[in-house]
Nanobody
Framework: QVQLVESGGGLVQAGGSLRLSCAAS????????MGWFRQAPGKEREFVAA????????SYADSVKGRFTISRDNAKNTVYLRMSSLKPEDTAVYYC?????????????????WGQGTQVTVSS
């Protein structure tokens, strides 16, 4: 069992930056791949970024590539999402999730555990 708690969301102007954190409980955090997803009002939850258990394998949605960076600190049981050059279309609730697979997936159903989400609002 893994419990996830996101933090770091807020209101930021377009072009600004935020860093989201996701703290995980449980001793098995380092064995999970981790992902970030987001959901805007009226839209489906979509993949943002993922990182494998070691931190050396990452993947990104095309819409955030070059602007967002996912990382993890297994000693702190925490995964991060550094977001820069934010755009109004990045506005959404951001969720972190844990995937027991070796290679992290990009689909919602592939993830086993979810946090409650943190709101990110980018003003124009």
């Amino acid at each position: 069992q893994v419990q996830l708690v996101e933090s770091g969301g807020g209101l930021v102007q377009a072009g600004g930056s935020l860093r989201l954190s996701c703290a995980a409980s449980g001793r098995t955090f380092s064995t999970y791949a981790m992902g970030w997803f987001r959901q805007a009002p009226g839209k489906e939850r979509e993949f943002v970024a993922a990182i494998n258990w070691s931190g050396y394998g990452t993947s990104y949605a095309d819409s955030v590539k070059g602007r967002f960076t996912i990382s993890r600190d297994n000693a702190k049981n925490t995964v991060y999402l550094r977001m820069s050059s934010l755009k109004p279309e990045d506005t959404a609730v951001y969720y972190c999730a844990a995937d027991a697979a070796v290679v992290p997936g990009t689909l919602v159903y592939e993830y086993d555990y979810w946090g409650q989400g943190t709101q990110v609002t980018v003003s124009s």
